[in-house]
T-cell receptor
């Protein structure tokens, strides 16, 4: 069965510092990969997605992610975080485009001044 | 504005009672989903529907039921058979490139 792993449960970053959140996926010749953000008590908002083509994808709020097939990874990055980026981040994979997303367990991001 | 609405935002029930959570979308999406979210466990799929009048069990369907009589609506019933129903429930629909759009969620507390 396919799975998505987010190795970091909680990350703390200083405001203005760079950020990288890790995501590894298993299984699948054709991963459809997504990153979502969730503020406390809210639904999930789509940050970006990858299906094919350029392996570096740009999203909203200044986020980007890079797909590396050789490492089965789809890490999320931001060059300079803002206090408003504090939230929980989820990586998801819809293998083969079967319209069923498998999510990682999430990474909680804390921003310190 | 297009989107997904879930109501109510907070719901309280006594143990042994069935409760129905509402989910409506005006995005004209065919596929809809229900997830359960518990702290530290990410999102777990309860049921999904890819077309009207058809739905499939997800990973944790026991104790839940759904219907899909209209494209716009996908209500979830949490039955008394669900052993641990207190959770945050999220509804989503799927767009043309398989991305899912989420509602604001319903927090259900059963005592």
């Amino acid at each position: 069965a396919q799975s998505v792993t987010q190795p970091d449960i909680h990350i703390t970053v200083s405001e203005g510092a760079s950020l990288e959140l890790r995501c590894n996926y298993s299984y699948g010749a054709t991963p459809y990969l997504f990153w979502y953000v969730q503020s406390p008590g809210q639904g999930l908002q789509l940050l970006l997605k990858y299906f094919s083509g350029d392996t570096l994808v740009q999203g909203i709020k200044g986020f980007e992610a890079e797909f590396k097939r050789s490492q089965s990874s789809f890490n999320l990055r931001k060059p300079s975080v803002h206090w408003s980026d504090a939230a929980e981040y989820f990586c998801g994979n819809d293998n083969f485009g079967n319209e069923k997303l498998t999510f990682g367990t999430g990474t909680r991001l804390t921003i310190i001044p | 504005d297009g989107g997904i609405t879930q109501s109510p935002k907070y719901l309280f029930r006594k143990e042994g009672q069935n409760v129905t959570l509402s989910c409506e979308q005006n995005l004209n999406h065919d596929a809809m989903y229900w997830y359960r979210q518990d702290p530290g466990q990410g999102l777990r799929l309860i049921y999904y529907s890819q077309i009207v009048n058809d739905f499939q069990k997800g990973d944790i369907a026991e104790g839940y039921s759904v219907s899909r009589e209209k494209k716009e609506s996908f209500p979830l019933t949490v039955t008394s058979a669900q052993k641990n129903p207190t959770a945050f429930y999220l509804c989503a629909s799927s767009g043309p490139e398989y991305e899912q759009y989420f509602g604001p969620g319903t927090r259900l507390t059963v005592t």
